[in-house]
């Protein structure tokens, strides 16, 4: 990406930590991360479509950086998500 906007790699890197107090890679892990939440929460987009979306090659690498993220697989996020929504539009009656 430094590349891409003629930066070297460090300079990146050091504007990334300034900017945001993250390293390029963490700040672009976090992005990656809320973007595969809010994709979970807002569209039927299948895990693979999700991580191929995100830039990654292996969807394996998406699952196990989102387990280190959010403590739990994608999947789980999504029913957990779903379960909550279900429960706001149907609260039980006392």
């Known amino acids: 990406m ?12 050091r504007l990334c930590k300034n900017l945001f107090d993250l390293d390029f890679i963490h700040l672009r892990l976090n992005i ?12 039927n987009m299948s895990i ?6 995100l830039g990654y090659r292996e969807s394996s690498t998406f699952i196990q950086n989102f387990i280190k993220a959010k403590h739990m697989t ?9 379960k909550q929504q279900s429960e706001n539009a149907h609260p039980e009656d006392p």
Do not use: C, V, W
């Open 74 to 82: 994608p999947a789980s996020y999504r029913n957990l998500y779903q």
């Open 2 to 13: 430094a590349d891409h906007f003629g930066y070297q790699k460090n300079y990146l890197s």
């Open 48 to 53: 693979n479509e999700i991580s191929s979306e």
């Open 32 to 43: 990656r991360m809320n973007l595969a939440s809010e994709h979970l929460r807002l569209t």
